[in-house]
């Protein structure tokens, strides 16, 4: 019998809702496309994004960035990081996570996760007490939400300023509560790949004063800051305004015009997401060469992606393993590579991070942790011809 083979492209997304284009069409033809270039009694499309993403989230303040990366370099800033100091970090995330530190003058240092792909919280612990880090950047990577109360709890009791890089949570949820509603501030990303696609793009959140004051200054606001969709009281700028630097990364009214017209869609595709995960989870259960992570109960996850592990393949059967999925149409992503592969990159690859470390247990799990994409435009029935192939493949590889 012929095997199975799938056709859908993995980095495929679905089209910008007509709203968005209707909507992008009338501002192109204005021509006011950065966000202070507005005429008397108009209101911004980044200035109402940010209103309306601060709604969505329960938050005070939202600010519109040009990149999620940006957003987590300013948070930084605004949290007031100082040069040299170590900032925590899960070491399971993508490259602009560091990238950021390193932007913001911060060391990376480097923190276990376990066997569902979250922060070992007994490793974070080790970590805060041995360098007194003030800052945790934690990423929710692929949407895994680890215990935000034990989180929570951990960083009041060494001090420790929490920032969140909700890349992969934008609609996820952690006992009720929004993920990046947790900590100091968060980060959320409107890239292509991501929950809401603006080409690119980020948006803050926090329910600080001083931290918004900060970050909307550091966004590169000029004197105009006062058109800012949510913004704390003037007092908070009186000295802020002019002790912080321009870093020059705003959104312009074109994506935040796209991406308000995706926003009252959001949960709704979050709920296809997790059809989708569901269908291939369940699919993939059955086959007992793959171990999938466990999910607890209070994570509301979107399921825009998936990992598993197939523990049994030794090192030298990884590639193998991975062509035979990409020649079926099922392409996977492998975290343990040694050499940075595509968007994808292992901790040890990062070697402007001066002092080196070593994550054993990171390590083990990535070794044989493979990833994939679920685009929307695949559909529930998508799932269970991708679960077939790579099921048969884990079975053909490791008996
Ligand atoms: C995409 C991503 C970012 C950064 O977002 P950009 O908008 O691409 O700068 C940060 N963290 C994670 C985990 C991401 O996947």
């Known amino acids: 019998m012929a095997k199975s083979q799938f056709t859908k492209p993995f980095t495929q997304q679905e089209p910008i809702p007509q709203k968005g284009i209707d909507d992008a069409v009338e501002l192109l033809a204005t021509g006011r496309l950065h966000r202070y270039n507005t005429i008397a009694g108009e209101t911004a499309a980044a200035a109402v994004l940010e209103r309306e993403y601060a709604d969505y989230m329960g938050q005070r303040y939202s600010l519109a960035c040009a990149s999620g990366g940006y957003a987590l370099h300013i948070a930084l800033k605004a949290a007031g990081i100082r040069p040299g100091d170590p900032v925590l970090s899960n070491a399971f995330t993508l490259a602009p996570v560091p990238g950021a530190i390193d932007n913001a003058g911060g060391k990376p240092v480097l923190v276990e996760i376990d066997e569902n792909y979250c922060v070992d919280l007994a490793h974070l612990e080790t970590r805060m007490r041995q360098t007194g880090a003030r800052f945790f950047m934690l990423s929710h990577m692929r949407g895994h939400i680890a215990d935000m109360d034990a989180v929570v709890n951990l960083c009041k009791r060494h001090g420790v300023t929490l920032i969140e890089d909700c890349a992969h949570t934008m609609g996820a949820r952690w006992n009720g509560r929004r993920s990046g509603s947790f900590g100091h501030v968060a980060c959320f990303s409107t890239q292509t790949y991501k929950h809401l696609?603006?080409?690119?793009?980020?948006?803050?959140?926090?329910?600080?004063?001083?931290?918004?004051?900060?970050?909307?200054?550091?966004?590169?606001?000029?004197?105009?800051?006062?058109?800012?969709?949510?913004?704390?009281?003037?007092?908070?700028?009186?000295?802020?305004?002019?002790?912080?630097?321009?870093?020059?990364?705003?959104?312009?009214?074109?994506?935040?015009?796209?991406?308000?017209?995706?926003?009252?869609?959001?949960?709704?595709?979050?709920?296809?997401?997790?059809?989708?995960?569901?269908?291939?989870?369940?699919?993939?259960?059955?086959?007992?060469?793959?171990?999938?992570?466990?999910?607890?109960?209070?994570?509301?996850?979107?399921?825009?992606?998936?990992?598993?592990?197939?523990?049994?393949?030794?090192?030298?059967?990884?590639?193998?393993?991975?062509?035979?999925?990409?020649?079926?149409?099922?392409?996977?992503?492998?975290?343990?590579?040694?050499?940075?592969?595509?968007?994808?990159?292992?901790?040890?690859?990062?070697?402007?991070?001066?002092?080196?470390?070593?994550?054993?247990?990171?390590?083990?799990?990535?070794?044989?942790?493979?990833?994939?994409?679920?685009?929307?435009?695949?559909?529930?029935?998508?799932?269970?011809?991708?679960?077939?192939?790579?099921?048969?493949?884990?079975?053909?590889?490791?008996?």
């Open 197 to 399: 696609n603006s080409g690119e793009g980020g948006l803050l959140t926090t329910d600080d004063d001083e931290i918004m004051a900060r970050a909307i200054i550091y966004s590169g606001s000029y004197m105009l800051y006062a058109r800012h969709g949510t913004l704390p009281a003037p007092e908070h700028f009186a000295q802020v305004r002019l002790q912080t630097p321009n870093y020059s990364g705003r959104m312009d009214n074109l994506r935040a015009t796209i991406l308000l017209a995706q926003l009252p869609g959001l949960e709704k595709n979050c709920a296809r997401w997790n059809e989708r995960y569901q269908a291939l989870e369940s699919r993939l259960a059955q086959c007992r060469q793959i171990q999938l992570p466990r999910r607890p109960e209070a994570e509301f996850y979107v399921g825009s992606s998936l990992q598993f592990r197939v523990e049994a393949l030794q090192p030298d059967q990884i590639t193998g393993f991975i062509d035979a999925n990409t020649a079926r149409g099922v392409e996977l992503k492998w975290f343990g590579g040694a050499e940075p592969h595509g968007f994808t990159s292992r901790y040890d690859s990062w070697q402007y991070i001066e002092e080196r470390q070593h994550l054993p247990k990171t390590l083990a799990v990535l070794a044989t942790t493979f990833d994939l994409r679920i685009p929307l435009t695949f559909s529930v029935e998508d799932m269970d011809i991708i679960g077939d192939i790579i099921a048969d493949e884990a079975t053909a590889a490791v008996g």
